[in-house]
């Protein structure tokens, strides 16, 4: 079946540092790539999105950046900050039928000030 | 703004009950999805609903049911609820093409 895989796992940054985490995707009809931030016992917030006609988005201190032949897109955040500590996942979906999103297992990010 | 809820925030169960979850949004969205999130496994699919009486199972549909009645409600049912059902269960529902999640309903099963 379709998956997307995400890494690293857990990743620890000194607050101020850039921190950067990586999705691969299989679904070669993909055109949608949200990311969701989830912070200790709330709900999965989404941060950013980008669509498949474009190659990079930015909001701030967040990007993302898709690699469509690759099938690989990932989400940096500059300047970190302690209220960044989150755990991150990214997905994958098409932008027709079910808009089933294929999420990745999430990634723990610390922020260390 | 988007609003999605569900439910209870915290249940406690025995193994065997019949137990449901509910969800609801206010904003007639067509699609609507139930998850399951485990520590380490992400966030796996139950099942979801395109429409009214409409439903399809997701990765992991083997011992939940569903029910949309009406378009603002979707609810995730365990038929006979068994420890390793244990988890933390997210509602969402989609705007455009992003889903927007409920506040999510810790369940445990002794």
């Known amino acids: 079946g379709e998956n997307v895989e995400q890494h690293p796992s857990t990743l620890s940054v000194q607050e101020g540092d850039s921190a950067v985490i990586k999705c691969t995707y299989s679904?070669?009809?993909?055109?949608?790539f949200p990311w969701y931030k989830q912070e200790l016992g709330k709900r999965p917030q989404l941060i950013i999105d980008?669509?498949?006609?474009?190659g990079e988005k930015k909001d701030q201190r967040i990007a993302v950046t898709l690699n469509k032949t690759a099938k690989h897109f990932s989400l940096h955040i500059t300047e970190t900050q302690p209220e960044d500590s989150a755990v991150y996942f990214c997905?994958?979906?098409?932008?027709?039928?079910?808009?089933?999103?294929?999420f990745g297992t999430g990634t723990r990010l610390k922020v260390l000030a | 703004d988007v609003k999605v809820t569900q439910s209870s925030r915290y249940l406690v169960k025995r193994t065997g009950e019949k137990v449901f979850l509910e969800c609801v949004q206010d904003?007639?969205?067509?699609?609507m999805f139930w998850y399951r999130q485990d520590p380490g496994l992400g966030l796996r699919l139950i099942y979801f609903?395109?429409?009214?009486?409409?439903?399809e199972k997701g990765d992991i549909p083997e011992g939940y049911s569903v029910s949309r009645e009406k378009k603002e409600r979707f609810s995730l049912i365990l038929e006979s609820a068994s420890t390793n059902q244990t988890s933390m269960y997210l509602c969402a529902s989609r705007v455009e093409d992003t889903q927007y999640f409920g506040p999510g309903t810790r369940l445990t099963v002794l």
């Open positions: 997905a994958a979906s098409r932008t027709s039928g079910t808009y089933k999103y294929i």
């Open positions: 904003m007639d969205h067509e699609n």
């Open positions: 609903s395109y429409d009214v009486k409409m439903k």
């Open positions: 679904d070669s009809a993909s055109n949608y």
């Open positions: 980008i669509r498949s006609n474009v």
